[in-house]
């Protein structure tokens, strides 16, 4: 087991299965020395835990715990690229998308679900650039998805 998997563990977490494609696209492409993942929903075991919108359906609280499964979710598919999640050095750019009730305007704090995740498991490696946005509906009802690109060691 890696070490980034060891930690996972230690947070009680498990690595999740790639999450399947929904459409025509890979779950994560690698690039040179950077590995780029595809929007990942909070998928559980094939299913969406919560739907709807943040701020009306889904509280802010929640909608962070799902964004920190979104973050889980794409280190899986930047595992399935690269083999082995030591290879990481640095997660250059995090990408979320909430989507939000009309009135709702706390996008950074449930990205953060996400960003406090990758710091987590990852330490100073996890630290990103970051975007945090808000749409009005996301794919099969998803409150948030999350993408991830990363830089990697050969």
């Known amino acids: 087991m890696s070490a980034v998997e060891s930690r996972i563990a230690e947070l009680g977490l498990k690595l999740p299965e790639v999450v399947p494609p929904l459409a025509t696209y890979q779950p994560a492409v690698r690039s040179g020395n950077y590995v780029f993942t ?3 929903l909070p998928m559980v075991d094939g299913a969406l835990p919560a739907t709807g919108k943040v ?9 962070k715990e799902l964004a920190a499964t979104c973050a889980l ?14 290879r990481i ?3 250059v750019k995090v990408v979320g998308f909430v989507a ?14 996400a960003s406090e995740l990758l710091g987590e498991i990852l330490g100073d490696q996890g630290v990103h650039a970051r975007s945090a946005v808000g749409v009005a509906v996301l794919p099969v009802d998803a409150p948030v998805e999350v993408e991830i690109q990363v830089e990697i060691a050969e």
């Open 100 to 113: 939000s009730a009309p009135d709702f305007t706390g996008q950074p704090g449930v990205v953060n679900g």
């Open 38 to 40: 595809s929007g990942q």
């Open 89 to 91: 050095q640095r997660v």
């Open 55 to 63: 701020g009306a359906d889904v509280t802010p609280e929640a909608a």
């Open 73 to 86: 979710n794409a280190l899986a598919a930047v595992k399935s690229v690269i083999g082995d999640l030591d």
